[in-house]
């Protein structure tokens, strides 16, 4: 058992880090607050005290409820796919056959590519009405009109980037988790007569429970912030987000205020989406 004087120097020691965390997560909260309340447009000399007109202004622009409701789509959406997709690549990675480990080497990589370029390769290799691979494959099948993807369904188009690049990162998390499944669990429900889907139902998926939870939350906490891939494919106008919306009036109406007001707005919100996640996360982990 640790004496007062180790606890006293343990306290010391950790010091310099909390102090650091301090300023490097509260400093940059405390300008935006500070900002949220000014009267500041950069295209405006007229600055001063504004109270909460900046909330006011940011949750009646035209598009708030829009890309409130385009982010809460792309949230639940990207879930979805990335759970489901990613249960199931679980389960083919997990079976015995030549070059697993090179499949599972290219299954990753995705993830580790940066949105930016990602969404280049996708707005003009696959997804380009005229040179796309997409268009290229409905004119083979004697398509007459290609389907635009970022004119006709921008969000889902973005919905597919995304997905695409979190499946793999779902799959290598439950793909972990079912490399820890107890194989005389298995042997057992063999021995039993269980077939592949009760198998799956009452095995496989109680013991993902906890993984999948993680990776819920995780992934949300990154996907209330997408952004790379609505401004690169430029679709920002009918697909975008909180997010979006926040840059747009920062860099587009160069209205500081409110894109501080809008900001804090957005840190609320993913706030209570994290807390719901964490206790539904702490529920799972406690069972």
């Known amino acids: 058992m640790a004496t007062s004087h180790a606890q006293k120097v343990g306290r010391w020691a950790l010091a310099p880090s909390l102090a650091a965390l301090t300023v490097w997560a509260f400093v940059p909260l405390a300008i935006a607050i500070y900002f949220a309340f000014l ?32 982010t809460v789509a792309l949230v ?16 083919l990675l997990d079976q015995p056959f030549w070059g697993r480990g090179i499949v599972r080497v290219l299954m ?11 969404s280049l390769v996708w707005k ?51 793909l972990t988790a079912l490399q820890s499944l107890d194989l005389e669990q298995k042997d057992a429900s063999m021995m039993d007569g269980a077939g592949p889907v009760s198998f799956f139902r009452y095995i496989v998926l109680p013991h993902l429970s906890r993984p999948i939870t993680v990776v819920i939350l995780i992934e949300t906490i990154f996907l209330l912030n997408v952004f790379a891939e609505i401004k690169v494919t430029s679709v920002g106008g009918f697909a975008g987000n909180l997010t979006y919306l926040v840059a747009s009036q920062l860099n587009e109406a160069t209205d500081i205020g409110e894109a501080a007001a809008g900001g804090l707005i957005a840190v609320v919100l993913a706030n209570l989406v994290s807390i719901f996640l964490v206790r539904i996360v702490g529920k799972n982990l406690g069972t």
């Open 76 to 91: 639940l959406s990207v879930l979805a796919i990335t759970i489901v997709g990613g249960t199931g690549l679980a389960i």
């Open 39 to 70: 009267r500041y447009n950069l295209q405006s000399d007229n600055t001063g005290w504004f109270g909460l007109n900046n909330f006011y202004y940011f949750v009646n622009d035209p598009y708030f409820y829009k890309d409130l409701f385009n």
């Open 124 to 174: 003009n290799l696959l997804m380009h009405p005229v040179f796309g691979l997409f268009a290229a494959i409905q004119r083979f099948f004697g398509a007459s009109h290609v389907l635009d993807w970022f004119g006709t369904v921008p969000l889902l188009s973005v919905i597919i980037i995304v997905s695409w690049q979190w499946l793999p990162y779902a799959a290598l998390i439950l």
């Open 108 to 118: 990753i990589s995705p993830f580790f590519i940066m949105p930016t370029v990602s």
